[in-house]
């Protein structure tokens, strides 16, 4: 098995508080461990991408500038440098338009593992929806899910056929479980 070089972040329900339609800064909320968990990632050698589905600005709630300011003000909360994340994705399109990089598309990590070279078994998503894992099975990669979101992430996964995926009850237990299988 190929060890993990990696990880594919989701945003809302996964490293923050889910906060519906998020588009003020002020309103982010670090969820507990993430920190930690992001830290003990980067101390052992993974690289960080972060992909956010943002259909309001599709929608035309907020603005593409909105929704980078809510990355910008995580990024400040982490505390993990100016730069954690060598790449994000934040992804405009609604629900009714092409998806070009909305989740469950297989884009932006295809460019990943394109760009770095590295093949589909060296990089994992990390999220809280089935959104999420669907993108892993999608571009071939390996998946976790967190159960720190809005909905019952096994129940899902079981009824689109992906609960092969594990499901963790926290961001820290999901990290510590993909660098035991990456040492």
């Known amino acids: 098995m190929r060890a993990i070089k990696a990880l594919i972040l989701d945003r809302d329900g996964t490293l923050i508080e889910h906060v519906p339609y998020l588009h003020d800064p002020a309103l982010i909320r670090v969820l507990p461990g993430v920190r930690e968990g992001l830290r003990a990632a980067l101390d052992a050698g993974l690289t960080l991408y972060l992909h956010t589905n ?6 035309g709630m907020f603005t593409l500038a909105q929704a980078e300011a809510c990355n910008v003000r ?3 909360l982490l505390d993990l440098g100016k730069a954690p994340f060598a790449r994000i994705c934040t992804a405009p399109e609604g629900p009714k338009e092409p998806a070009v990089y909305r989740k469950p598309s297989p884009r932006f990590a295809r460019e990943i593992m394109a760009e770095r070279r590295i093949a589909a ?5 990390i999220g809280d929806r089935g959104s999420d894992l669907e993108t892993a099975h999608a571009a071939g990669t390996r998946a976790v899910g967190v159960a720190t979101g809005l909905d019952d992430l096994a129940a ?5 056929g992906l609960g092969h995926f594990p499901v963790f009850p926290s961001f820290r237990a999901a990290v510590d479980h993909v660098l035991s299988i990456t040492a």
């Open 54 to 59: 943002q259909s309001g600005v599709g929608r």
């Open 74 to 76: 995580l990024i400040e």
């Open 121 to 125: 078994g060296e990089l994992c998503y």
């Open 156 to 160: 899902e996964l079981s009824a689109v």
